[in-house]
């Protein structure tokens, strides 16, 4: 079978390397990729903005198949052509992927799907949600209304803390929209499930550490690390927050004439009232696909290819047992304005069958692998325990270097 992906991160780099396992996997097409895909493929310095010429490249090279990494294209209706153009595609229509897109539209589906989440008030300038949080006196959660590369959400601690975020996101292009939403109590976990349209197959389990410091403090980022699976979310509550919170969902968008196909990622809040939907992804995440992609067994593309096509079948994919923790390595300056071009060191000795290296903003200079972003390399550490999954990531996490390089020493320490 020969792929085309979508995209250029550590989540792009973990799918090529998970799809090249793959016995019917043939050929693979990263656009743009990076550095990690360049081993399983070929990458394509492609533009993303023009889908009809996509599809022409997908036809020269008898493309069976489109993995979509990244929000922003499925946003883009990228899986609308190839659709159109008959050619299968894994990753949801710009319709169906508003569900990440629009965060006004996802709280219309969860209310008319009665699904279970925080109460929420939608405003179209920040001047209107400013004067609704002075009235109401309290913190809010300041969300912008589309997409901001993971960073469209501030949790304020008080009412000036709420106002500033209001003002900050208010400014971004995401922002042309607010939502101020409650805040909730409890501890948030990933739920993410693969998806034909109706049937929902669930991952293992996450936890993402967004913020920058140890102890969850400082900015947040796209994601510094993640455990996987988190055993607080028991069988039970598993299919709780399937039935409860995602499959309703699904049947929504499908009764709007909007199939999901793709991976429908919950972020979810475990409260003292039940798992609540703080946000819904429509893509996996990054890093999560860092962590649950090496506990995945069978054949990972043949099940991409079944939701795709609208025939997917929960017993071709299954959890290895065990854990992951990866931990991601950042360069100087990030989130901020990271430094590009420190060389990289270790990165090439590292041969342990329980450690994954996963390239995320690197490049090849004349000197060799160099950093070329904020979040450059992701060390996934497997292990039969949660703590020899940690030990494993931490212990090669330390054997890299490069100047600048930074990383939080927390992930995985429950």
């Known amino acids: 079978m020969n792929v085309l992906l979508i995209g250029s991160g550590g989540r792009e780099h973990a799918l090529a390397w998970k799809i090249a396992q793959s016995p019917r996997f043939t050929r693979l097409l990263c656009v743009p990729g990076n550095t ?109 209304d589309g997409l901001a590369l993971g960073k469209g959400v501030v949790v304020p601690d008080d009412l000036p803390g709420t106002l500033t975020a209001i003002q900050k996101l208010g400014a971004t292009p995401a922002g042309s929209r607010l939502l101020l939403e409650e805040r909730l109590q409890g501890r948030e976990v990933s739920v993410l499930a693969l998806c034909d349209g109706k049937r929902l197959v669930a991952l293992p389990t996450a936890r993402d550490h967004k913020r920058l410091g140890e102890g969850d403090t400082g900015p947040n980022t796209g994601g510094m690390g993640v455990i996987a699976p988190v055993d607080e979310v028991t069988p039970t509550l598993l299919d709780q927050i399937l039935t409860r919170c995602m499959q309703p969902v699904i049947d929504e968008l499908a009764a709007r004439g909007a199939p999901f196909r793709g991976v429908l990622y919950a972020g979810i809040m475990l409260t003292p009232d039940g798992p609540r939907v703080l946000e819904f992804n429509a893509r996996f995440g990054d890093p999560e696909a860092q962590a649950i992609l090496p506990l995945l067994e069978g054949d990972f593309l043949e099940v991409l290819y079944d939701c795709a096509v609208g025939s997917l079948n929960p017993e071709k994919l299954r959890r290895r047992r065990g854990y992951a923790v990866c931990v991601v390595l ?64 931490y212990e090669f996490a330390e054997r890299i270097k490069f100047e600048g390089k930074h990383y939080r020493k927390d992930i995985g320490k429950e």
């Open 36 to 144: 990690g895909t360049g081993s399983y493929g070929q990458n394509v310095p492609f533009p993303l903005s023009d889908a009809e010429a996509l599809v022409d490249l997908a036809q020269r090279e008898r493309i069976d198949l489109l993995v979509v990494g990244p929000d922003n294209p499925l946003a883009d209706g990228i899986v609308d052509h190839f659709v159109a153009a008959g050619i299968p595609a894994f990753g949801p229509t710009a319709a169906a992927a508003q569900i990440e897109s629009s965060k006004s539209f996802a709280k219309e589906i969860m209310a008319a799907a009665g699904v279970p989440t925080a109460a929420t008030h939608v405003f179209d300038s920040p001047a209107e949600a400013a004067a609704f949080a002075r009235d109401s006196g309290k913190a809010w959660v300041v969300k912008a």
């Open 330 to 393: 950042c360069a100087e300056g990030y989130p901020g304005r990271p430094r590009r071009g420190d060389a990289i060191r270790g990165v090439e000795a590292i041969d342990d069958d329980e450690v994954i290296v996963f390239h995320a903003g690197t490049a090849i200079s004349a000197q060799g692998l160099c950093t070329s972003g904020g979040r450059v390399l992701g060390v996934t550490g497997l292990g039969s325990t949660l703590a020899r999954a940690r030990t494993h990531a």
